[in-house]
C-alpha cells in the first residue's frame, strides 16, 4: 500500500491552502487528491469579482483567485496532485480509499486534512410543500449551469432565501436576460452581504420580500407559479397575506452544509444539527491527527478567511507529524 | 388508386395489445411473452413506471389486513410467493425484512390475534406474537409506550420501479414491443373479423385480437372508451418522506400500526436503497393530477412516526413525494368483459397491487386462456436478465474488480450514492430517456444533495449517448425541459 506523511481531501481553496502551509512547514510527502478535472473547488463557478480583496488587496473573480494557489501547489515538489480521485473511504487509522478512473486506489496516511468544502441545503430541507416539477434548481447548480456550461434555465424566476450565491445569481439572471421577480427571504434580514444586496437587487430592481415564505410550488411538468405568504416572528404564515408570482424557474438559495460525511465514517465526532466537526478548536476533529479546514470545517462568507485558517490546519498537521500533538 | 394505397399506412396487429407499462401491465407483459404471441404494451409517458408504480411504499406485503375473501388477499399472499422467483431471475435485489404491528395497549393485544387469526386463513405462515422483551432485543429504538407486536416475517422491499424496468426489460428482450408516449386516445370495435378491436395511440394505428387495460389511475377513462362504465378511480392520495441514509438502521423491520378503515396507517419503511421512509397518508382526492404533498401531511407522517420511534426527526427528512392509490371501491376489478369479447379489465389496483403484480399476471393470462386465447410456450424464452451493477450495493473490493475491467467504473458522476459514469450510460442503453428515469434506475441525483453536483453531468452523458440537444433534455418527458436556451460561445 502507498505510505504519505499527509493526505489533503479536496483541492478547493482551503485543501491547496492547506497543502501549501503543510509543505512550507517542513512536510515533505503530500498528497492532494480532487474529485474534480481541475483544482479550484466551488470556486472554478464564481467568475465574478469580489474575491482576494483581504488577501492580495485586489478584486479578483473566483477563477483568477484559485489559479494563484494553483500555480504554487504545481510548483511545489513536495506536493503531489491527483486528480479525478475520489475518497470514498477513511478509517479511524487514516487508511484511504480512493477511485479514480481505471483504479481503486488505497493509501495509508500518517495524517489527513479533510476540505471536502459543502453542498447546499436543498428545497427538501426546509421543506417547500406543493409539487416537484423541473424547474427547481439548487443556487449553485443554476450557477454551474450558467457561468460554466452557458444553458439558460428559463424565463422568469423566483429564488428563495437571500444568501450569497442566491444574491449573486439574480444578477446574474437578470444580465442573462431572465425576469428575476423576487427574492424571498423568512428571515427579518438578509442573509447576504449587505454590498451583495445592494448591487445585485437594488441596481436591477428586483424586489426582495423580508418575512416572507413560499408556502407552495405549483406546477404539473414544469413550474408554473409559487405561492408566497407574510411569516410572524415565530415564521408561522400570517392568514390572508397569500399572493402568487407566475415563473419557471425557482432557485433554493437557502444555505450551505459541511460535507463531512468521511469525517462521520472515520468515527469523529460531528454535530447532527449543523454537519461541522465536534472539537475543541477550529481545524481539528475528535480524531488526534485528523483535520479539517474550509468549508467542511464551518461555513465561512469569505473565501480569504478560508485561505488564512486553512493554512494553520496545514502548520497544525505538520505540527502533529513533527511532535506528534 | 392503387398510389393511394401504396402511401397508406400498414396497420400494426397484435394478439394481445396491454394499456399501461406500471407494474400491472409490466408484469402481464412479461407472463404473455413466455407463450408465442405477438404482443404490444402502450404507455402514454415517456418511459415505464412513471404512474402510480414509482410513488409507493415498495413494500412486498405479506398479506395480512386482508378480508380472507378478497381477491386483494388472495393475490397478495400469491404475489409475495412468486416475487421471490421473478426478482431472482431478473436479478432484483428483494429483501425480506419482516414486519411488526405495534400495539400501545394491552387491550389491543386481541386485534393482534385477530389479524394474525385472518392471515392465517390467507395461508401466511410463522406470524408471532412477540413482547416487550423481544422487541427491545430486536428493535431497539422502537418508543418505550409499545407493549407487543405481532412479528410477520414474510414481508419484504423491493425498488418498485426498477421492479417495472426490468419486467419490461425482460419482456421486450421476450419479443413484447414497447412504445412510450403513446398514449391510447381512442378505441373502436371491429366486428367480423379476428381482430376486435382497433386502439390509437399517438397518430398510429393498432389492431389486437384482445385488449388488457392496465392504465392505472385512467382505468375507468380506458374502460369508457369501450362502453364499459360501471366503476370509477377515486384517486387516494399518500405522501411518502424519505430520511436520510445516515437513519439506514434505525429500523430493522417494516413498522406498522394498527390499521385504520381505509389504510394501514403512517409506517416507518425500509426501503431497498438504504433511506428509511415514513408514510404514507391516505387522503381521497378529486383530482388525478393532484401529486402535490402539503404541511398537514407532513405533520401528520412526523407525528405517526415519531410515535412509534420517538428518535426520527424532522432533520432526518431529505426527500418527498406523493402518490396516488386508484381506488375503485374496496377490491380489485380483474375481468373479462362478457359485453366486450376480447376485453379484460385490470382496474382499482390500489395496495398491495405492488406485491400483487405477479399473481395478477398469472390470473390474466388465465382469463385470456379461458376466452381463447391460445398459449403455446415458447421454447427460447429467456427466464433471466443481467443483473444490473450498481456500485453502491457491493464492497470495495468487488468494486475493484469492475473498475479493472471497465475503468469507467471508477469515473464517479453522483458522490452521494457513489454512481459512476458506466452506471449513468448503461441506464441509458436499457432505456432511461429522461433525469427521472436515470435516477429511478441508478440513483444518481437521488441523494442528499438532490443532484446538486451531479445534475450537469449527467445531462452532458445523455447527450453524448443520445445525440440530444440540452434543450431536449427533461426531468420526465416533453414539458419538463430544463434549459431554455444554450448559449453558444465563440
Ligand atoms: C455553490 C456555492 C457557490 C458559492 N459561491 C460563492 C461566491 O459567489 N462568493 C463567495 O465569496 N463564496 C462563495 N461560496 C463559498 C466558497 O465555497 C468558499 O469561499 C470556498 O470556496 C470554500 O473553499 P473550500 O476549499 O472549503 O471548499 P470547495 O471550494 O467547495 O472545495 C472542496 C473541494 O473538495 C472536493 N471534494 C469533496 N469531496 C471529495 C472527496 N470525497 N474526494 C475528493 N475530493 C473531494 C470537491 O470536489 C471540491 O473541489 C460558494 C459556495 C458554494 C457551495
Ligand atoms: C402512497 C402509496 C403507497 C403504496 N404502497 C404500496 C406497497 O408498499 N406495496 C404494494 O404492494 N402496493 C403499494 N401501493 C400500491 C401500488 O403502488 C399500486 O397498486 C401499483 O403501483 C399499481 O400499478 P399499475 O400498473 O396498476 O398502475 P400504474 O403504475 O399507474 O400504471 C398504469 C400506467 O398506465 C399508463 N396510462 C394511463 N392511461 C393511459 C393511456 N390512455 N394510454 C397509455 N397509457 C396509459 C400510466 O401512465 C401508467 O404508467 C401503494 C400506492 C400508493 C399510492
Known amino acids: ?325 | 388508386m392503387y398510389h393511394n394505397y401504396e402511401l397508406m399506412p400498414t396497420i400494426e396487429r397484435y394478439d394481445a395489445i396491454i394499456v399501461g407499462a406500471g407494474v400491472t401491465g409490466a408484469a402481464i407483459a412479461r407472463e404473455l411473452s413466455k407463450y408465442k404471441l405477438r404482443v404490444l404494451l402502450l404507455e402514454k409517458e415517456a418511459e415505464p413506471a412513471f404512474g402510480v408504480s414509482k410513488s409507493n411504499s415498495g413494500i412486498i406485503h405479506a398479506g395480512t389486513q386482508n378480508h380472507p375473501d378478497s381477491l386483494k388477499g388472495r393475490l397478495c399472499v400469491a404475489g409475495n410467493k412468486l416475487i421471490r422467483e421473478i426478482s431472482a431471475e431478473l436479478g432484483v435485489h428483494f429483501v425480506e425484512v419482516g414486519q411488526l404491528i405495534v400495539v400501545f395497549d394491552e387491550a389491543d393485544v386481541a386485534e393482534l390475534d385477530r389479524i394474525k387469526r385472518e392471515g392465517e386463513e390467507l395461508g401466511i405462515k410463522d406470524m408471532q406474537i412477540v413482547r416487550r422483551d423481544w422487541l427491545s432485543l430486536y428493535e431497539p429504538n422502537l418508543g418505550s409506550e409499545i407493549v407487543a407486536a405481532l412479528y410477520v416475517p414474510s414481508a419484504g422491499i423491493i425498488s418498485p420501479y426498477r421492479l417495472v424496468y426490468d419486467l419490461t426489460e425482460n419482456a421486450v428482450k421476450n419479443g413484447v414491443v414497447l412504445k412510450t408516449s403513446h398514449r391510447v386516445a381512442g378505441i373502436r370495435r371491429l366486428s367480423g373479423g379476428p381482430y376486435r378491436f382497433e386502439v390509437e395511440a399517438a397518430g398510429s394505428k393498432y389492431q389486437t385480437r384482445f385488449l388488457i387495460n392496465a392504465a392505472g389511475l385512467f382505468a375507468d377513462k380506458v374502460s369508457a372508451m369501450v362502453g364499459v362504465t360501471d366503476f370509477k378511480i377515486t384517486p387516494r392520495k399518500g405522501e411518502e418522506y424519505l430520511l436520510d441514509k445516515k437513519r439506514e438502521h434505525i429500523a430493522n423491520h417494516l413498522v406498522f400500526p394498527l390499521p385504520t378503515p381505509t389504510s394501514k396507517g403512517i409506517l416507518i419503511i425500509k426501503t431497498s436503497d438504504g433511506n428509511p421512509m415514513i408514510g404514507p397518508t391516505a387522503r381521497d382526492t378529486g383530482d388525478r393530477s393532484d401529486l402535490a404533498t402539503t404541511e398537514e401531511g407532513l405533520n401528520e407522517v412526523l407525528a405517526g412516526a415519531r410515535r412509534m420511534m420517538p428518535s426520527i426527526e424532522r432533520g432526518d427528512i431529505i426527500a418527498y413525494f406523493a402518490g396516488l392509490r386508484p381506488a375503485a371501491g374496496k377490491d380489485f376489478i380483474i375481468r373479462h368483459e362478457t359485453a366486450v369479447p376480447g376485453f379484460v379489465n385490470v382496474a382499482g389496483i390500489q395496495s398491495p397491487g405492488l406485491t400483487a403484480a405477479p399473481a395478477i399476471a398469472t390470473m390474466v393470462v388465465g382469463i385470456l386462456h379461458g376466452n381463447g386465447l391460445v398459449l403455446t410456450p415458447k421454447k427460447n424464452f429467456h427466464s433471466t436478465r443481467e443483473k444490473t451493477t450498481h456500485l453502491f450495493e457491493i464492497p470495495l473490493s468487488k468494486t475493484r474488480e469492475l473498475i479493472q475491467k471497465d475503468p469507467s467504473y471508477g469515473d464517479i458522476v453522483c458522490r452521494c450514492e457513489m454512481v459512476s459514469a458506466k452506471e449513468i450510460r448503461e441506464a441509458i442503453r436499457r432505456g432511461a430517456r429522461t433525469m427521472d428515469g436515470i435516477k429511478f434506475r441508478t440513483r444518481a441525483q437521488a441523494g442528499r444533495c438532490h443532484g446538486g453536483f451531479c445534475t450537469t453531468r449527467i445531462m452532458k452523458i445523455m447527450q453524448e449517448e443520445l445525440g440530444m440537444t440540452v434543450e431536449e433534455i427533461t426531468k420526465r418527458g416533453e414539458g419538463s425541459e430544463l434549459v431554455r436556451e444554450e448559449r453558444r460561445h465563440g
Open chain 1, 1 to 325: 500500500m502507498d505510505e504519505r506523511e499527509l493526505v489533503v481531501v479536496g483541492g478547493g481553496p482551503a485543501g491547496m491552502a492547506a497543502a501549501l502551509a503543510a509543505g512550507a512547514a517542513g512536510v515533505k510527502d503530500i498528497l492532494l487528491l480532487e474529485r474534480d478535472q481541475h483544482l479550484g473547488g466551488i470556486l472554478n463557478q464564481c467568475i465574478h469579482p469580489g474575491f482576494g480583496l483581504h488577501r492580495f488587496k485586489e478584486e479578483l473573480t473566483g477563477p483568477e483567485y484559485a489559479d494563484r494557489f494553483v500555480k504554487q501547489v504545481t510548483k511545489t515538489p513536495s506536493i503531489e496532485v491527483s486528480l479525478r480521485s475520489f475518497v470514498v473511504k477513511l478509517t479511524s487509522n487514516m487508511k484511504i480509499s480512493y477511485l479514480r478512473p481505471g483504479a481503486l486506489e488505497e493509501v495509508q496516511a500518517k495524517s489527513v486534512i479533510l476540505a471536502t468544502g459543502c453542498r447546499e441545503r436543498t428545497r427538501e430541507m426546509i421543506p417547500i410543500p406543493g409539487t416537484r416539477p423541473s424547474g427547481i434548481y439548487p443556487a449553485g447548480l443554476a450557477q454551474k449551469m450558467i457561468n460554466m456550461e452557458g444553458w439558460i434555465p428559463g424565463k422568469e424566476a423566483v429564488i428563495v432565501g437571500s444568501g450569497d450565491i442566491g444574491l449573486i445569481m439574480a444578477r446574474r439572471m437578470a444580465l442573462e436576460g431572465m425576469k428575476v421577480k423576487a427574492v424571498i427571504e423568512i428571515q427579518k434580514q438578509s442573509r447576504g452581504l449587505a454590498r451583495n444586496v445592494a448591487q445585485c437587487l437594488d441596481d436591477y430592481g428586483i424586489p426582495l420580500y423580508l418575512s416572507h415564505k413560499i408556502a407552495r410550488i405549483e406546477g404539473a411538468d414544469r413550474v408554473e407559479k409559487v405561492v408566497v405568504a407574510a411569516v410572524d416572528d415565530a415564521f408561522c404564515e400570517k392568514p390572508g397575506t397569500r399572493f402568487e408570482l407566475s415563473c419557471d424557474t425557482v432557485l433554493i438559495s437557502v444555505g450551505l452544509i459541511p460535507e463531512n460525511e468521511l469525517l462521520e465514517m472515520a468515527g469523529a465526532q460531528v454535530d447532527r444539527k449543523t454537519n461541522t466537526p465536534v472539537a475543541a478548536e477550529v481545524n481539528r476533529t475528535s480524531i488526534r491527527g485528523m483535520f479539517a479546514c474550509g468549508n467542511a470545517c464551518k461555513v465561512y462568507d469569505l473565501v480569504d478567511s478560508v485561505t488564512r485558517d486553512s493554512e494553520k490546519a496545514g502548520q497544525m498537521a505538520a505540527q502533529f507529524l513533527k511532535e506528534g500533538k
